[in-house]
């Protein structure tokens, strides 16, 4: 009983950290395997965001040269603005996720931990969640700021769309120019911005992949 105590004092960490993106498996170290494959599928999603700004800050770029026919760039330019929505409605959603299932893992946390009858053990995966949660917080406090960072740059995006719609002409494109130039900066501040997140998962996935290694 002990021996499997320790397993799972050394594996729930794991699944604490992965509150936004893993469901109820039955067991432990079945919820700690879920968690690391999870936290794969989050930074392809994010590396996915992060080139999705940078083809539509192409787009822009493209778009804001002028010349010859602007309907063909206007066209590529509002088809990818429109993926670049939906990738920012994807990491709204998931950020919800992960606040509503908190809140769930908190409770059945302490039912776990309170069958745990060995005062040291559970001092010690009481130590251990504690660190969890400190690391959970820092990639939360990144996604933050990737939200953040979304929100200036959709607005950007939209502004440029919405006049060009009503202006697709040589001096409309040349009305737009400070306005893109200034989106164009925005999408690259939103790069960084999840760039740091995917370091922060990275770090994350790396430690208690370690960690599920030497369970």
Same mark, same amino acid.
């Given at each position: ?42 930074? *392809? ?36 603005? *429109? ?27 302490? *039912? ?66 400070? *306005? ?36």
């Amino acid at each position: 009983m002990r021996q499997s105590q320790q397993q799972w004092i050394r594996t729930w960490p794991v699944v604490l950290v992965a509150l936004a993106v893993v469901g109820c498996s039955n067991t432990g170290p079945d919820r700690t395997a879920t968690a690391v494959e999870s936290f794969k599928d989050t930074r *392809k999603h994010l590396s996915d965001a992060s080139k999705q700004v940078g083809v539509t800050n192409d787009s822009l770029r493209a778009l804001s040269a002028g010349g010859g026919d602007l309907r063909p760039l206007f066209d590529k330019y509002v088809a990818n603005v *429109k993926r670049t929505q939906d990738m920012a409605e994807g990491a709204r959603k998931r950020a919800e996720a992960m606040r509503a299932k908190t809140d769930e893992y908190t409770k059945q946390w302490q *039912k776990e931990l309170s069958a745990i009858s060995d005062e040291q053990l559970r001092a010690q995966s009481q130590q251990r969640v504690a660190a969890a949660k400190a690391e959970f917080d820092r990639v939360r406090s990144a996604a933050a700021e990737v939200k953040a960072a979304y929100q200036p740059y959709r607005q950007g995006l939209n502004d440029v769309q919405q006049y060009l719609t009503n202006d697709l002409t040589a001096a409309g494109v040349q009305s737009v120019g400070t *306005k893109a130039n200034d989106t164009i900066r925005k999408g690259e501040t939103l790069q960084q911005r999840i760039a740091d997140l995917e370091r922060e998962l990275n770090s994350l996935s790396s430690k208690w992949s370690a960690k599920l290694g030497g369970a």
